[in-house]
């Protein structure tokens, strides 16, 4: 079993950053992907970022240019780095780990960013 647990959300006014951080804890595991997505009220989840456990980054194009995602191996952590928010960023934020060794798909319970206008 892999616990994954968020943290780093909040308020902050458009243009602003914030940084999410999530931890991955438990035994016997090896973590290889790591994610974030984010569901907007109404609307599905999606993804923001993910990352390989060599460090390959991949990005929905609405966040380009303004997120970065990168981990921490040693601390299966994995962090998400926010600039130039925008209102359309509000929404919460998962955390979501590939453990290769149970071959499953874990998440977190979810943090809230609100970026307001």
């Known amino acids: 079993q892999v616990q994954l647990v968020e943290s780093g959300g909040g308020s902050v006014q458009a243009g602003g950053s914030l940084r999410l951080s999530c931890a991955a804890s438990g035994s016997g595991f090896s973590i290889n992907n790591m994610a974030w997505y984010r569901q907007a009220p109404g609307k599905p989840r999606e993804l923001a970022a993910r990352i390989t456990s060599p460090g390959i980054t991949t990005y929905a194009d609405s966040v380009k240019g303004r997120f970065t995602i990168s981990r921490d191996n040693a601390k299966n952590t994995v962090y998400l780095q926010m600039n130039t928010l925008k209102p359309e960023d509000t929404a919460v934020y998962y955390c979501?780990?590939?453990?290769?060794?149970?071959?499953?798909?874990?998440w977190g319970k979810g943090t809230l960013v609100t970026v307001s206008s």
């Open positions: 979501n780990a590939y453990d290769e060794w149970s071959f499953m798909y874990y």
